[in-house]
């Protein structure tokens, strides 16, 4: 997988430090990312438990990519070649990047940080309300949840306007970066294993920032 789909996955495993969900949960994910129109589609699914340790699994004609957070530990690796990243998220921060989804409380956490609901909208047969906040200048993001009790989230869509080259010596140029994650099939109550969010021996890690390597194969 190339550095933006990685950089992506670290971002969807951006659960709030600390932030545990009222009881375990799965979901599938459907991730649509664009650059300049150009679709990248991953599809997968996250499991959580009451702890706040998250997995994620994401398959794309590229390959697989896993990612799972434990506190404030994030590994994401190909299981296939044996290698991957380690992160450290900052100790205190609700996320690890724009567009992260809290799976807790996730609209009052977006109105907390400027969401305002917008309108309802029926989508794929799902009344939804629908929620928009700008965090900075050039994002806009977009949080549908399920119109009942529950809220959960059901859509989230970011957009990007960035001043970048295509590639390394071309001229800078105005281009949109879409990422649309969509969560389906939720179900609750579930048992899940506790080596489900630790990283696997025989796999070698290496620290994402500096590129220094986290610990032997195991």
């Not at 994910?29 to 599809?43: E, H, L, P, Q, Y």
């Not at 305002?116 to 928009?132: A, H, N, S």
Request: glycine share 10%; net charge positive; charged share 25%.
């Amino acid at each position: 997988m190339n550095r933006l789909q990685i950089a992506l996955t670290i971002i969807l495993a951006g659960l709030a430090a600390g932030s545990a969900a009222a009881e375990p949960f799965s979901c599938d994910v459907r991730v649509v990312s664009a650059i300049d129109g150009n679709k990248n589609t991953m599809t997968g699914k996250v499991i959580s438990d009451t702890a706040g340790r998250f997995r994620l699994e994401l398959y794309s004609v590229r390959g697989v990519r896993i990612t799972i957070r434990n506190g404030e530990d994030i590994w994401t690796y190909d299981p296939n070649a044996a290698e991957g990243l380690h992160y450290r998220a900052k100790q205190g921060t609700d996320a690890a990047g724009a567009g992260s989804l809290y799976f807790d409380k996730a609209l009052e956490r977006f109105v907390k940080s400027g969401g305002k609901r917008v309108r309802t909208e029926t989508l794929e047969g799902q009344k939804c309300e629908v929620y928009v906040r700008s965090p900075r200048q050039g994002v806009t993001e977009t949080l549908w949840v399920t119109a009942d009790a529950t809220k959960r989230p059901f859509r989230v869509r970011v957009v990007s306007k960035v001043r970048a080259a295509k590639q390394l010596g071309q001229p800078i140029t105005d281009r949109t970066i879409t990422r649309t994650t969509d969560y389906r099939n939720w179900k609750t109550g579930i048992q899940i294993a506790a080596e489900q969010f630790r990283p696997p021996k025989g796999v070698q890690f290496r620290e994402a920032e500096s590129g220094g390597l986290v610990g032997r194969r195991q």
